[in-house]
């Protein structure tokens, strides 16, 4: 059975600061990993995807990533209101299909607090 | 270019009757999948497609669930005999066949 585990939150972070989001996940064929962000009432969106242990960075978000100790997290620099929103961890393990479907964490509700 | 695209948005139903949800991928993806999200939770996969082809079904509820593929874009979930429990919004993704999944605006649908 493949969870993946996130912190429901809400997590309340200032305007400027920087928002620090993890998840861990159960099975260690994950390969892939993926942030995606949700505004109430509209569809997941990537944000982020990584594959190899240590950090990597695009723009303001940071992933990391730790296969040992199935930890990956999501660092937000100088958090912006725009960004609350609800932030979901997912895994992707490979079949011999290709690239399986997605198993989600509940997601973590994150607010900017101007 | 478009997105993923889902029809209908929204659909009310009544209990016991069936229903199809429509999902139309990004140009060229070749990978479909389909999920089920609940309020507060994160999507639930329920299954997907290369091509026409259904790669995995593992996370279908049970037999009244069922999906198709058949030229290998368009996607139909059918659902028979909707029962209550079934309400939830259904969300479609598609990729070009590797990781990056981009989500549709889902239908919401409800059971009377």
């Known amino acids: 059975q493949k969870e993946v585990e996130q912190n429901s939150g809400p997590l309340s972070v200032p305007e400027g600061a920087i928002a620090s989001l993890n998840c861990t996940y159960s099975d260690r064929g994950s390969q892939s990993f993926f942030w995606y962000r949700q505004y109430s009432g509209k569809s997941p969106e990537l944000i982020m995807f990584i594959y190899s242990n240590g950090d990597k960075e695009d723009g303001r978000f940071t992933a990391q990533l730790n296969k040992a100790s199935q930890y990956v997290s999501l660092l937000i620099r100088d958090s912006q209101p725009s960004d609350s929103a609800t932030y979901l961890c997912?895994?992707?393990?490979?079949?011999?299909?290709?690239?399986?479907?997605?198993?989600f964490g509940k997601g973590t509700h994150l607010i900017i607090q101007p | 270019g478009a997105g993923v695209s889902q029809s209908p948005r929204y659909k009310v139903t009544k209990r016991g009757q069936d229903v199809a949800l429509r999902c139309d991928p990004i140009?060229?993806?070749?990978?479909l999948y389909w999920y089920r999200q609940a309020l507060g939770q994160g999507p639930e996969f329920l299954t997907y497609?290369?091509?026409?082809?259904?790669?995995?079904k593992s996370g279908l509820p049970n037999d009244r669930f069922s999906a198709e593929r058949p030229e290998g874009s368009i996607s139909t979930l059918t659902i028979q005999r909707t029962e209550q429990r079934d309400s939830a919004m259904y969300r479609c993704a598609s990729s070009l066949g590797g990781d990056e999944q981009f989500f549709g605006p889902g239908t919401r649908l409800t059971v009377l």
């Open positions: 997912a895994v992707n393990i490979y079949s011999g299909g290709g690239a399986d479907g997605l198993t």
């Open positions: 497609f290369n091509y026409e082809a259904q790669q995995d």
């Open positions: 140009s060229g993806h070749v990978s």
